[in-house]
């Protein structure tokens, strides 16, 4: 999986390419998460955004993800998906440890994919808001 993501500042938000692979990482995350049995505020307080509000995100990132597609994203959807990205892996915590082979078999992913993305979104932000 390619983790690199480049985004422009667009006004109030940020405009960028996204693999099908990205996107697909992106919408996993969110979904696992929403699903979790923890209440509606523990949700909003663990990805900053209720259920509702999520599922909205997911739509837009979903799709027949078989080509890249640009996506136009503001600063909270974008930490939406950063704070899914980096909490995804607790889910796969348990009184053992950590679970190494749940994780890629129920995401589709490694967690160092997640984690790269999560790390390339914050860098991709910082190079579109750093002056030049």
Request: aromatic share 6%.
């Amino acid at each position: 999986m390619r983790t690199t993501i480049r985004l422009t500042a667009d006004g109030t938000a940020f405009r960028g390419r996204l693999t099908p692979s990205q996107a697909d990482a992106m919408v996993e995350a969110l979904q696992l998460l929403r699903s979790r049995d923890f209440s509606d505020t523990a949700i909003v307080m663990q990805l900053n955004a209720d259920r509702a509000e999520i599922g909205r995100l997911i739509e837009r990132l979903a799709g027949d993800h078989k080509t890249s597609r640009d996506y136009t994203l503001n600063l909270h959807e974008l930490h939406v998906i950063h704070a899914a990205l980096t909490a995804v892996a607790t889910t796969f915590i348990s009184d053992r440890g950590f679970s190494e082979e749940g994780f890629p078999m129920r995401t589709s992913f490694f967690r160092e994919n997640f984690d790269a993305l999560a790390l390339s979104l914050v860098r991709a932000v910082s190079d579109a808001t750093t002056p030049q």
